[in-house]
């Protein structure tokens, strides 16, 4: 279960975060609704361990962990609001690309991650994420996201540059997904459709959940 | 680990300007390279040209304009020593051969050198590739590189050198009329400017400015000794003592008595000296022009990193550690440079090739500029070097903060 507790983020005398305590256990959709510039992105990069908080801590399992990018590898499936796949490298590589950071790569992950783009509906596993349209870059996001099935699934405004239409599929995807691993989601977004697809949304205002 | 496909992706992203970095850097390392080249090349060739000049005699002077003149054919008005030497030395038991060297004509452009049959053969060395060796006095023998046919009749005029194979309009006024050499023989090449010399016998040189054929009958056989009442001078002298202690003695003799002698080596080490102090400030040059394009290179790559911090935010927010960050940076900018410097490598060799033909079509000597251990070592060392200073923006790519460059 991921739990943030007392997390506060201070920049300055900015308050961007305010005592924020949530958990996310197994298998449960968590929204965080809110304004924009209600820190929901900053909350999403603490959850993350992007970013360290000012006070209180970030737990997996009732633990901290000492190696947060390991932690991430392991753990963590990200999905980004503008899908930050490079460009150059072909959607296959793009959700090949976090088994590269690993000492050692499955033999099998090519196969399992055409079949993964497959089920995300890409039908050109090898063409250049670049010159994919944008609702397929979101697929080949999420197919990224969750290829190693793991137990976290972060993410920041998943169709927030989406048309309505390829908003709804994409949502419906990832949540899928999500639930298909098992998997712990936790999604900051302001799109009423995707908040009404979790199990339970919660508010961000002025730093403050609600 | 694998950082390559994101090295690849990097490439591709910049290829523009990765594609400059490469051009710069290779024109840079190749000034190096070709300065080290050119002036190995340089200094072989040169010594390789004086091979068969272990002690040369001419009147005092100037010891490079003696070297220079009979070793290189850049034909000086040298003033002249005693005839007399010439038998003086070949009845010495210090010296296993000698031969005069006289020059002042010129045919076509090419110099026309007065000398003995045993020196054109370069004391029993070579043998004419072409006909034979000159057996009477108006006999020729051409170097490897002279355009004329065998069998040809020259004329030779009176004047220096000038472009070989074209007469200068002044060579026509200058001729020595009514001497007609034939030419008889050409020799293999040497890599040394005699190949582009016209080689006849020192007494029609002698004969064709008036001052008889060195011995008491006309015709006698040629070469030595000569036995004329009064033997007609010569500007060179060239001796190949027995061994190195006659060498050094008749060298002290020769130095006093209304002459000068001297090794062609010693005063190309003292050329070499001079030669290997401008290469030094020519290399250490180029070694600061290299560091200054690295900083400027490494400098542009920050500034790419700068603007593609997101990019590498990604990565670490995906679970990448710091090190596979650093990697991809790292490899990137280094293969970089070491591609820079490896076609900087084969530019340069090419670059000393090209000047080495220049050299060979104004001196005729032949600068054969061969890749060396030299230059690749000092490549070597500009990679390393490169390698070693890429670590700066790769480490600079692991410490900017993810969740600010996220935001970027």
Request: with cysteine; aromatic share 6%; glycine share 10%.
């Amino acid at each position: 279960m991921l739990a943030l507790h007392d997390v506060s983020v201070r920049v300055g005398e900015l308050t961007v975060l305010d005592a924020i305590t949530l958990a996310v256990p197994p298998g449960r959709c968590v929204g965080i609704a809110g304004p924009s510039g209600s820190g929901k992105t900053t909350l999403l990069h603490v959850a993350g361990m992007l970013l360290e908080p000012s006070l209180g801590s970030v737990t997996w399992q009732g633990t901290r962990s000492r190696d947060p990018a390991g932690w991430r590898r392991k753990t963590v499936g990200f999905v980004f609001q503008d899908f930050c796949l490079v460009p150059e490298l072909s959607a296959l590589a793009n959700v090949l690309l976090p088994m590269r950071f690993a000492a050692f790569c499955s033999g099998d992950a090519a196969g399992r991650g055409i079949a993964m783009l497959a089920e995300m509906g890409i039908a050109h596993p090898h063409r250049r994420a670049g010159i994919l349209s944008r609702g397929e870059q979101q697929r080949v996001a999420i197919a990224r996201a969750v290829l190693n099935t793991p137990p976290l699934i972060l993410a920041d405004e998943p169709t927030a540059s989406l048309d309505a239409g390829t908003g709804g599929q994409i949502a419906k995807l990832l949540i899928a997904a999500a639930r298909q691993a098992g998997a712990a989601l936790l999604v900051v977004s302001h799109d009423p459709a995707l908040l009404a697809e979790m199990d339970e949304v919660r508010t961000l205002r002025g730093g403050r959940l609600a | 680990m694998n950082p390559f496909p994101m090295v690849l992706a990097d490439w591709r992203a910049m290829r523009g300007t990765a594609v400059w970095c490469i051009v710069l850097v290779a024109l840079a390392v190749a000034i190096g390279v070709a300065v080290g080249a050119q002036e190995r090349a340089l200094r072989q060739a040169s010594a390789r040209a004086s091979d068969d000049f272990a002690l040369l005699i001419g009147a005092p002077g100037s010891q490079t304009s003696l070297v220079l003149a009979s070793v290189y054919l850049q034909v000086e008005a040298l003033p002249l020593i005693d005839g007399a030497n010439l038998n003086r030395l070949a009845a010495d038991k210090r010296v296993a051969a000698v031969a005069p060297i006289a020059f002042g004509d010129v045919v076509n452009g090419y110099p026309v050198i007065g000398t003995t049959a045993n020196f054109v053969t370069r004391w029993g060395r070579l043998a004419p590739s072409e006909g034979r060796v000159f057996e009477a006095e108006d006999e020729a023998v051409l170097g490897s590189d002279v355009r004329l046919p065998i069998g040809a009749g020259i004329t030779p005029a009176h004047g220096a050198a000038g472009a070989p194979g074209k007469a200068d309009p002044d060579e026509a006024r200058h001729r020595h009329e009514g001497v007609v050499y034939k030419v008889v023989g050409r020799l293999p090449p040497t890599g040394t400017p005699w190949d582009r010399a016209i080689l006849v016998p020192v007494e029609t040189v002698w004969e064709t400015h008036g001052l008889g054929n060195g011995h008491a009958r006309d015709p006698a056989p040629l070469g030595l000794p000569f036995d004329a009442e009064s033997i007609p001078g010569v500007p060179a002298i060239v001796v190949k003592p027995v061994g190195v202690a006659d060498a050094y003695a008749l060298r002290g003799q020769y130095r006093q008595g209304g002459t000068m002698a001297l090794f062609p080596a010693e005063v190309l080490v003292s050329l070499y000296r001079n030669l290997g102090d401008v290469r030094a400030v020519l290399v250490l040059a180029s070694a600061l022009n290299d560091g200054l394009l690295f900083l400027s290179v490494l400098l542009l790559v920050v500034v790419l990193i700068g603007l593609r911090r997101r990019r590498y935010a990604v990565l670490r927010a995906l679970g990448a550690p710091a090190v596979y960050v650093l990697l991809v940076v790292w490899l990137g900018t280094t293969a970089l440079l070491a591609a820079g410097c490896l076609v900087g490598l084969a530019l340069g060799w090419a670059g000393s090739a090209a000047a080495g033909a220049l050299v060979a079509a104004r001196t005729g000597l032949a600068v054969a500029a061969a890749p060396g251990a030299d230059e690749a070592l000092l490549v070597g060392v500009l990679v390393l070097v490169g390698g070693a200073m890429a670590l700066v923006p790769a480490w600079l790519a692991t410490r900017a903060p993810i969740s600010e460059s996220l935001r970027s």
